[in-house]
């Protein structure tokens, strides 16, 4: 029977070769796993350490049963179900708490945050300065045993 590939998946994550994290080696390799005969419960709650999740394509996938894929899990139950001309409304009248479990359990804070660390609501309350610097501040990278990335932000003021 031809076939088109073969999904690795976790197996080359986790790979001497891999570039993943060693902490996200160790995560992933420290999740139990279930037996096929439960897996199913990955669909319902954590499982074996698994939880299984809808990608942004819409399908099922099966990730580590981290903070951030906890959050995901809840906004699937909550805000994802919901018909799209719903949403919105939900997530007004849920912003504060989205907010806070955002920059709490997920990799991708919220954005809108001014100059002394203040969270607020939309980048409308940002000036500026603090937009460019808060872009700066989440996209420029240091790597270990490298040399710094270093990014000086000149700000001008008119006289």
């Not at 909550?78 to 708490?97: I, S």
Request: hydrophobic share 45%; aromatic share 8%.
């Amino acid at each position: 029977m031809p076939f088109d590939g073969v999904l690795f998946a976790s197996r080359v994550m986790v790979a001497k070769e891999a570039h993943t994290s060693k902490s996200v080696k160790d995560l992933i390799v420290a999740a139990s796993g279930v037996d096929d005969s439960k897996w199913e419960g990955t669909y319902a709650k954590e499982t074996g350490g698994i939880l299984t999740v809808q990608s942004e394509l819409g399908e099922p996938i099966h990730k580590v049963a981290t903070r951030g894929v906890k959050l995901w899990k809840e906004f699937d139950d909550t805000v994802f179900k919901l018909p799209k001309e719903k949403r919105a409304a939900w997530l007004a009248q849920n912003k504060d708490m989205v907010i806070e479990k955002l920059n709490r359990d997920f990799a991708k804070p919220w954005f809108a945050q001014k100059g002394d660390g203040r969270v607020v609501g939309d980048i409308a309350d940002m000036t500026y300065e603090e937009v460019v610097r808060r872009m700066v501040r989440l996209i420029a990278l240091c790597w270990r045993r490298r040399s710094s990335i270093g990014i000086r932000l000149a700000v001008f003021h008119r006289a």
